[in-house]
């Protein structure tokens, strides 16, 4: 079996970035932190998440993220799955985050769409099946 155990993302700021993950996973927390140097660049970085997986928080990012609208080379969008993605969403408007492409509804899943304060575009999914052919539909 093969999971993922963690991203790595650079930030402009950590606290404001940790608010809005917090909002999606709120029983996450800061497993661990410290200082490091990245090719000349002093960086604090922060490991956040639960005892089987984390986002790993990097400052002093600069620049724009790429333009989400294009095909430019890049990250599109990351995925969490949710058990409750009203919930989730609730959270993240009383926050204070908007949503980015809105809550689409078929069958046997929905998703929702929001921006991170860095530019990362966030899909949340929340299945309503336990069978994989129908989770997996792309209809």
């Not at 990245?38 to 922060?46: D, E, F, M, S």
């Amino acid at each position: 079996m093969l999971t993922l155990e963690h991203l790595n993302l650079v930030v402009r700021d950590i606290d404001e970035t940790i608010k809005f993950y917090q909002a999606i996973a709120p029983h996450w927390k800061v497993r661990s932190s410290g200082q490091g140097d990245w090719y000349g660049v002093p960086r604090n970085w922060v490991h956040f998440g639960d005892d089987y997986q984390f986002i790993s928080f990097n400052d002093n990012g600069t620049g724009t993220n790429r333009d989400l609208e294009t095909n430019a080379l890049g990250l599109s969008h990351f995925a969490f799955s949710t058990a409750n993605i009203d919930a989730a969403t609730t959270r993240l408007q009383a926050a204070g985050f908007e949503i980015k492409i809105p809550l689409r509804e078929d069958t046997h899943r929905k998703n929702i769409y929001f921006l991170d304060p860095n530019g990362y575009e966030v899909e949340l999914v929340q299945y309503l099946s336990d069978i994989p052919s129908e989770r997996n539909l792309d209809a």
